[in-house]
Structure formats: structure tokens, C-alpha cells
């Protein structure tokens, strides 16, 4: 297999007692440092935050979501006005997912046959077929750095028989989307599907790999499984990707499965959880997460994390807890920029222990700390 | 009477062809540029807007409300804290409004006797008692630079009568609130009542300057008046108020009203209109104002003024309307920032005209933009 070398990966240091990689991902738009966490802009904007503020947490890169932004305000309206980065005010990376995940989980009544999918818009209820030649073109209107192909996402638990199914339409349909791109300044990731099946993920991962792409995500993960069943599925999966490739955890996760994420050998995250949670008056931290809600910060002078430099960590807890109990927008701002900011610190740390060939210390130390 | 000098207040140039002021008032925490806009940060937050990004608005000074503080999360706690300033981050000054606007008009079952105010909390329905003495009290606990005296605050039109015992009554709780006093490091100013009649104004004045106080406000209007009845109140009122100390118009105001209150000698300013419209969809301008939400700004890639520099300007009108179709929280968080911005730019123009000595032609430029 030949291999365009437009988006470089360099790998800095493979740890030598587990799989973590620190590597070095070269877009159009910039260098992502792996592993690496992605903030999720669903809809043009990281839920909150000024983009200024999102640089503030220290993101190399950010995710973009194809399904909502084609709804609204349309791929066309992007493109029309300069693309993504330009739209969003966002000179550094941008990944843009396929869509298929919100068709999965947000598209009313949709159907899948061989030529794409069906649903309806969470919108105004709209019929819309999507195609994989679609989802590559309104990814090219976006102009992302980093475009996934459209796969087919199914609820778990499924038959054998609806996931090989589904993982087999994810392979075809991959290569439809390879097929259909025109834009080179774009990388296209492949995502292996195969549920929670060991073989069918193994199969799927190494037919992407025949058909040659410049990253490979897992996906239809995180969607409810116990944690370590997915931490099974990497250690199948990671072995047969190639090395010198970007690897990509869709949609995980929780700090600690990062951080197990990385240990057997994935390069990038995305997740909402830290703003959403933060949205939520759940603040993350290096020894678990806080309610800032609880009666315990109500006159408490300490910040969050007396070691963060984000804006929120400027504050007492008393401060941030009275924001939420008047309801005040500040407070899901603040808490989703100290949310971010760990996300960004925890892989900082990840980054510098496989650096120093400390990752199953940091492994073990993380361990006990976060789960 | 003889006056502390704690708090000068320096009358760098007087336009001659109107009443307007150029000054410079020195306070505790920090120097404020008049004429002065003050953003409204009512539960210890100006609404949607990290305490840098109030600072980036331009401003020198944020009014904080007494009544919702001291209800939550209480003026002791926030003292315990170590005071306003330091709870909010916001080491510039700020002056505290004393509950009285808002006994009036949150108030549930609000009852006025010459002790003092009875109310019901608009959190729980608790009933209060708060009396001048309260009123200093907390906002000593609270440690802003300007506090202000309790007044009674009633609904207009009113008979003469009902205005007059409120107005009367207000002058004889100034007096209490003086007497209570202990902190020497906080200006306290006195609020002109009386309606829409200019005798019992002028009058209202002429008994609080007996007193005595380290500055004037001119309370009870921007409450459904005609803004031409409210003009001729300050053309009765600004001429009888010393000349040497700063007058703050409370409450008010739309831009324009801020330029005619400035052409009749008023220094201080302040008004949730600003981020309250923001967070409205409403954008204000040089050219006045702007519904974000219309379609015609849909595909408009120019920002919403071209010479501003705030954050929101750094985008496109479409990408702000996209926010607010979208129900994004950075919409309102952008305008208001937006807003402010605007408001503070005002400021800072009409500070310019007062020094160059045209705040006449000023006025009438900006009657034909804004009103």
C-alpha cells in the first residue's frame, strides 16, 4: 500500500512498557502534539467559551460536527463565507466527524440501506438522505483539516450478524468516501467498527487499512459498554494499526479512559463531557470531580485547583458554587474552561511521562487517583 | 459645610456651550474617567462575562447590587471572603446601589415606614426589614468604593403628597445612613427624589447638600417617563448640585439618553440595557440598533461595526446570528460584550468632545444617529 505523506505523523517516543505513543500529527493548520484531547464545537462554537478562551485551555485542535453545522447553517453558508476556520474565528486544526454517529443518535427514524442513510432533521423534521459521497463533500465545504468517513453506527448489543453487517457497509462505504475526495490539503480518517466483537473489529480494521487512509479511529464505542470492554476492543484493535499512523478514540471519554486510552496506544480524543459536565457544576480534577453545587464549597477561599492557570482557578469555590446558585451564565463558562483545561493539563502530563518513559508509573498514579 | 476630601473629584474642563463635564474622580480602588458608564454586575457578575472580559470593555468602575447580594450569597459571607472586590475578581472600583430601587420593584408585599422598608425576598419569601442603617452596614460588609443611601422609591405618576413624604423621607434616611457610617475608606452618595415635580427636586437637593455627601444621584426616573420629562428634571436638578462633585444619573439609560444626561452635567451612568439587549439578540451601534436574529444578516461576512475592537467584531454578523438561531450561549456572551463595548466607546467619545470643547455639535450628531 502506498501512502500519500501529506500529513505527517512523527513519532517522538514509543514508551517501553506500554503502548503510548508521543507523536507529532502535521496538518494545514498546524501541529497537534499527541496524544492529544479534541474540545467538540458542535455547532460552530465550543458550548460557552470565547475562542480566545478555548486557545486559553491550551487545544491544539477542535472538533466540528458535519451533521448539525449541514443543517444549520448549512455547509454551503460556511463555505460561502471562507469555511470553518474563517466562520468559528479558528486558525488552528480542525477535525470534522462524518455525521454518521448524530444520525445514530439524534436522526429521528432513520433508515440505512447500501447507498447511505435516511432521517429525518432533528430540526424541523426534514427528510434527508445522506450518502458517503455527501458527507466527504459538505466536510470539503467545511474545509476541516481532518474529514472521517461516513460509517455505520448501530446500538450494542446487536446480533453478530447486524454488526458484521453494519462493519462491512463502514468498509465499503469508506471507500466510496476515499473515492469521492477532491480536496488534498484535507486527511481522511478511516473508522473501524465490529462492536464489541475482538474478530470483527481486527477484520474491519485491517480492510481500511488495506484501502489506505491517513488516520484510523475506532468508533461505536463509549456508547454504554462497561469501560473495560472497550479497553479490551484497543487492545485488539491498536496491535494491527499501522504505527506510524494517527489512532483516534471517537467520542471517549472519562479522564481515566484516556489516559487507558493512551496506554494501549491512541493518539486522540474527543468528548463532551468536560463542558457539558461543567455546564453541569461538575468540575474535574486531578484527584476526581468536585459538585460545586454542595454546601461544602459554600464558604470556601481555595480555588478548584490551587495548580491551574485557567480562568475559573482565579476564583474561590465559593465563588464558582454561588454562580451556579443564581444561575448565573458565568458559571458554566468558568467550570467548562477549568474542565477543558484539565483535559488539556491531564494529556500534557500523559505527554511528558511517555517523553520521560514514565507512562506506567503515570498509568498506575492515574489509576488511583481518577477512576 | 465642610466636605472630606477623600475622594476628589477633579473637573479637568467644562464644555462652554453646554452643561457637560470632563472629571476625574479618585476612589479607593482606582481612578474613574467621567462622564462614566457603569456595566451592571447584579449577583456579583456582570451577566455572561468573564471579569477580563468586563475589564476589556473599557470599563473603570461596575455598579454591584446590594438587595440580590445580600439575600445571596450574603454580604457576611462575602465579607468573610474578604469583600466584594476580591469575591468578583475585580480589583478596579465598584459602587454599591442600596436596595431601595429594588425593594420597589422585586419587592413582594413592600411596606415603607419611617424605621424602614418591609419585603418579602423574591428568593424564598422571606420576610426582610431593611433600614438606612442595614443598608450601610452591608454595603461596608460588602467594601465597595461608592456606597449609596437608602431611599424610598415609589411608583410615578403619584400625587404630590405621596411624592413629597417619599421624597422628605428619603432626605431623613440619607441623614441616618451618614449617621451610620463608620468606614472612612467608602464615598457615600445621596439620592435626589421627588418625582417629576423640579420644586420638590430642587428642593430634595438643596436638603441633601445641607448634609452633605461625597456625591449626588438622581434616582426615580427611567421608570416609563417620557425621556423629554426626565431631560427636564436634570435641567432643574444639575444647576443647584455643587459643582465640584460628581453627579450620577441612576438607572439610565439608552445611548442617547446617556449624551443628553451628560449636555446637562450628569458624570455617572448606569443600566443593565446593555447586556440585557445582548443577550436579546440586540446589537447596539454607532447607527443604532441591530436585531441579530433578522435573516438579512444571515450571509453578511462583515462584523457588526468594523472599527470596534471587541471580541464579537472579530466575527462575522452571520456567525453571530448563527449563534442565536442556534441557541448558543456565545451569542448572548458576545453581544453583551459587544454592547458594553459600544457603551464604553460612547463614554470615551463623549470625553474626547468635552475636552476639544464640542460636546454641542457632539449632542447634535449624535441626536440624528441614536435617538
Redesign the interface.
Known sequence: MVRSNSFPFDLIHSDTKTRARRGRLQLPHGVVETPAFMPVGT???V????I??VASTGAHILLGNTY?LSL??TSE?IS???GLHR???WDKPILTDSGGFQIFSLGDMNKVTEDGATFKSHLDGSVIHLRPEDSIRIQEQLGSDIAMVLDHVIALPASDEAVRDASDRSVRWAQRCKDAAVRADQAKFAIVQGGLNPEMRVQCAEQLIEIGFDGYAVGGLSVGEPPPEMYAILDKICPVLPTDQPRYLMGVGRPIDLVEGIARGVDMFDCVMPTRNGRNASAFTAEGQLKMRNLCH??D?APIEADCPC?AC???R??IR??F??D???G???LSIHNLTFYQRLMSWARKAIEEDRFEEFLTEQRQKLA
Chains 1, 2 share one sequence.
Open positions: 455547532q460552530g462554537t458550548k460557552g467559551l470565547t480566545d478562551q448539525h444549520r447553517p453558508l460561502e463565507l471562507g466562520f468559528m474565528g459554600a464558604k477561599d480562568l482565579k476564583h474561590s465559593a465563588y454561588h454562580l446558585q443564581a448565573e451564565m458565568l458554566p463558562t468558568l
